[in-house]
C-alpha cells in the first residue's frame, strides 16, 4: 500500500489550493525532505511537511498523484526549520508553501535530479583551457562559482584588538546571559567587534555551533564582510563564512545554502533573506543595525527579518543580539527597564575617545531665498577639502530635480501611469517615475502651451553635485588638484563594482565631497569625514506617517556618526567634526534632541505620544490592501472584506478595530489604483487570530463577480509605513 506524505508547494498566491498537498509515494519520507511533484502540468520542488505513520487508507474516488522524486543528496531541514516557516506563514498570513520555498536557493526550484547530482558530485580537475567563456563556466561548474564571497584571500592572522572597557563588560554580559540583548552603541563604539568577539567565543567552545549575522545592505559594508573573512578563515576554513543576499547569482547562493546546511559553513553573514537559511547548528543570532528598514520584506510575504530573529532565538535556544546607535522604538521600549523582555548593553563612548560631531543648525529662513547651499556652509566644506578632510552631503532624492514645471501654463511633468511625477535626470535627459520606470525624452519645449522655457522643480543629488562641482571649482586640495566630487545613489551604483568602486575612491581619500542618498549615511567607516550636511531634511517633519520623525532622527543621527570616527585623525587635523542641518524649522523637537545627540530623549517624547495615540509599541496593526483597476472597486472589496467580517461574526473582531478603506499615499501605480484598511488591536494574538479566520473570507470574496475589478490584495502585519 502507498504511503501519503503531505507535501509544502509553492502555490500560487491566494489560489485555492490548500496550505498542503498530498501525494503518494512508495516509502516513508521524512518530514523535510526535498521532493519535486507533480501539479497540473508543471513539476514543482516541495518540501515533505508530515507524513502519516501508518499507510493511509485513500479515500474512495481520490486519486493522489505520486512524488515524482527525492532530490538527490540533500539531507532534510529540521524540524527547527520547518517551525519557523510555519511560524512565520502563520504570522505573515501567508501559505507555507510559499514561504518554504522561496527560502530555498532558486536552482533547488530550478533543477532536475540529474542535474542537481551533476551539481552536488566531486569536483573534476580543471582542464587547461576551456572554450567556454568566463561567466558559462562558472555557471555550470559549482566549485568554480567559488565562494560567494567575494574577497580576496585574508590574511594568515589577523591579531585581536584589545577591546576598551565598555566592549569587555558588554562582552562579558552577553557571555553570562541568555538575552535576547540590545546592544545600544554610539556610532563608532566598536559594536562589530563585539560581535566577532561573540561569535568568536562560541565558535571556539562548540565544534557545530552556527552564527547568522544580519546586516540591512551587504553591498554597502563590503568593510563588514572582509572583517569577518579575515577574521575567521584562517582557523575555520575558506568555507567557514558565507554571505547570503540577493545580490549573489544562483549557483554562489546553492553554494552558501549546501554549506550552511551542512553545518560546514560556521557563520552565514546576510541580509534580511538569511533568516530563513538552514543552520542546523544555530546559536547565535547578530542584527546589525536592527532599526533598518531593509529587514522588512516589502513585497510577498511581507516578514520582518528582526523579529523573526527574536522568535528563531527563542525557539532554538541561541542568542540574540540586536544592535543599534538608534534602535527601533520597538526594540528601545522592550528593554526597558520595567518591560525588560531584552536586556539592554550599553556602548555610549567611541573608540579612541572620538568625540560626536557637533550639530549645527542652519535657519534657512535667514539664508538669501532658494539657494541650495548656505554661504557658511560652503565656507566650512571649502576648508575642510583644502585641508585634505572629507565631507558627505546628503540629500534624499536621486535625479537632478523631482519635477519639471512650465510657469506658463501650469504644466507639470506627471507619470501618465501613476499618481506621481516623473523626476527629471539631466545626465541622460530623461524624466523617469521613480514607481513605475516609466521613462520619456526630456521635451524641448512645454508638451501643453509649447513653452520653451520649462523649468526644474526642487533639488535632487545629481543637481547638488553640479551645484558643488560649480561652487568649489577654484578651490584645491593640499595636492594642488582641483576639489573632486562625487556622487552615490541608486543611478551611479548600478553597474556591478561601481558601488565598491566609489566607496573604495572614498575610503583612499581620493573623493573630497561624496553627495549621497541614505546609501551614504548607513554603518560606513570612512576615517577622514570631519563634515556632514542635510541639506533639506525638513519634509519629513510634514508627513502623515507616524513614523517619519523617528525615521528622520534615525537617518541624521546615523549620517552624523560618519563624521569624525578616527579620534587620532581629527587630533593630528587639529579639526572639529561638525554635522550641518540647513532648515526651516530650526526649533523643532528633533533637531534639538539631535544637537545634543539624545536617542533617550527622542526616544522617550516619541514613546509618550504613541502612547498617547495608542500606537506601536502600544498597540499592533496590520494593513489590507486592495489594488484595482479603480479607485471605487479597491476601496469596495476592502469595505466588503469588513461587513463579511461582521457578517460571519468572525471571532476577535471586538478586539480589532477596523478602520474605513482610504487611497494610498501613492494612490495609482503603473495604471493600478490602490486602497488600504489598518487594523489595530492591543492585543497581538487576538489581531492574529482575527486574521487567520478572515483569510478565507477574502479568498472568497474575490472570486465572486462583484470584485472583477481587483488586481491583488494582500495583508501586511506590522507595517512600517501607513
Ligand atoms: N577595541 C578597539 N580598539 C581599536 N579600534 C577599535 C576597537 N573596536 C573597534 N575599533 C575600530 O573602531 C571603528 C569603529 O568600529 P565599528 O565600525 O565597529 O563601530 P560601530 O559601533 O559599528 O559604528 P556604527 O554604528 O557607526 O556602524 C572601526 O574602525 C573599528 O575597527
Ligand atoms: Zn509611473
Known sequence: MPHISHVAVQTPAHSAVGELLSYTCDEVLQPGTLVRVPLGKRELLGVVWDTPAAPADIPPGVELRSIACVLPGIAPLSRGWRRLVGFAAHYYQRSVGEIAVTALPPQLRDMTAEQL??????????????????????????????????????????????????????FAQIEQNPGPFLLYGSTGSGKTEVYLRAVQALLDANPEAQALVMVPEINLTPQLQERFVARFTPQYGQEAVVSMHSGMTNPQRLKSWLAAHTGRARIVLGTRMSIFASLPGLKLIVVDEEHDASYKQQEGARYSARDLALWRGRDTGSKVILGSATPSLESWYASDGEVGRYQRLEMPSRIGAAALPRVRLVDMTQQPKRIVFSPPLIDAITDRVKRGEQSLILLNRRGFAPVLFCADCNWKSDCPHCSAHQVFHKGDRTLRCHHCGFTQRVPF????????????????????????????????????????????????????????????????????????????????????????????????????????????????????????????????????????????????????????????????QQLQERLDAGMPPYAFQAIVRADARTQEAAQAFLSAATQVAKDAGLPYLDEVFIYPPIPMAVQRVANVERAQMLLEATNRSALLRFLNSWQQYLHWLRGLPDHKGLVRWLVDVDPLSI
Not at 587547461?128 to 567559488?146: P, T
Not at 590574511?155 to 566592549?167: D, H, K, M, Y
Not at 502651451?449 to 584645491?476: A, F, H, M, S
Not at 525638513?538 to 534615525?554: G, I, K, T, V
Open 117 to 170: 547530482t551533476r551539481r552536488l558530485a566531486p569536483p573534476k580537475p580543471a582542464k587547461a583551457k576551456s572554450s567556454k567563456s568566463k561567466k558559462a563556466q562558472a555557471e555550470e561548474n559549482f566549485e568554480d562559482a567559488a565562494a560567494a564571497i567575494a574577497v580576496a584571500a585574508p590574511a594568515p592572522t589577523t591579531p585581536l584588538v584589545a577591546l576598551s572597557a565598555e566592549q569587555t563588560s558588554v
Open 445 to 604: 519645449a512645454c508638451p501643453s502651451c509649447g513653452n520653451p522655457d520649462i523649468l526644474p522643480l526642487g533639488k535632487g543629488t545629481e543637481q547638488l553635485q553640479e551645484e558643488l562641482e560649480r561652487l568649489l571649482r577654484n578651490v584645491q586640495r593640499p595636492d594642488g588638484d582641483p576639489a573632486r566630487v562625487a556622487r552615490i545613489d541608486a543611478d551611479t551604483t548600478k553597474a556591478k563594482g561601481s558601488l565598491e568602486e566609489q566607496l573604495a575612491a572614498m575610503h583612499a581619500g581620493d573623493i573630497d565631497v561624496l553627495v549621497g542618498t541614505q546609501m551614504v549615511a548607513k554603518g560606513h567607516d570612512f576615517r577622514r569625514i570631519t563634515l556632514v550636511a542635510a541639506v533639506q531634511p525638513d519634509s519629513a517633519l510634514y508627513s502623515s506617517d507616524y513614523r517619519a520623525p523617528e525615521r528622520l532622527f534615525c537617518l541624521l543621527m546615523q549620517a552624523a556618526g560618519r563624521a569624525g570616527r578616527d579620534a587620532l585623525y581629527v587630533k593630528a587635523q587639529g579639526s572639529a567634526p561638525e554635522m550641518w542641518i540647513q532648515t526651516h524649522d530650526a526649533q523643532h523637537a528633533v533637531y534639538a534632541a539631535l544637537k545634543r545627540h539624545d536617542y533617550p530623549a527622542f526616544a522617550k
